[in-house]
Nanobody, 125 residues
Framework: QVQLVESGGGLVQAGGSLRLSCAAS????????MGWFRQAPGKGREFVAA????????TYGYSVKGRVTISRDNAKNTVDLQMNSLKPEDTAVYFCARSLYTGSNHLEVNEYDAWGQGTQVTVSS
């Protein structure tokens, strides 16, 4: 079973940037689309971004579009999420996940079968 570990979270002021990284072990990520989700206290898990297995296709959630960029390095077995112009409402635990599919156009939690433990992002106003 693949193991996913997120890193890069932290506390940042509004308008700042963070780069999250997801590293996989035990199994390769090649052949799978990958996604990032987030969950704020008291809310459900929200889709943030996804990238296709080849890296050529990406999909972004409405609330973050234009401010985040997802990328992957299949040789290194990593997936990154660059977040810019952060807002207090971006505060959440961010999770990376492996998709059941190869395309990036899958936005539902139940379309992903492996999850990391999450990394906290806190944006102060």
């Amino acid at each position: 079973q693949v193991q996913l570990v997120e890193s890069g979270g932290g506390l940042v002021q509004a308008g700042g940037s963070l780069r999250l990284s997801c590293a996989a072990s035990r199994r390769t990520l090649s052949g799978y689309a990958m996604g990032w989700f987030r969950q704020a206290p008291g809310k459900g898990r929200e889709f943030v971004a996804a990238i296709s297995s080849t890296g050529f296709g990406t999909t972004y959630g409405y609330s973050v579009k234009g401010r985040v960029t997802i990328s992957r390095d299949n040789a290194k077995n990593t997936v990154d999420l660059q977040m810019n112009s952060l807002k207090p409402e971006d505060t959440a635990v961010y999770f990376c996940a492996r998709s059941l599919y190869t395309g990036s156009n899958h936005l539902e939690v139940n379309e992903y079968d492996a999850w990391g433990q999450g990394t906290q992002v806190t944006v102060s106003s």
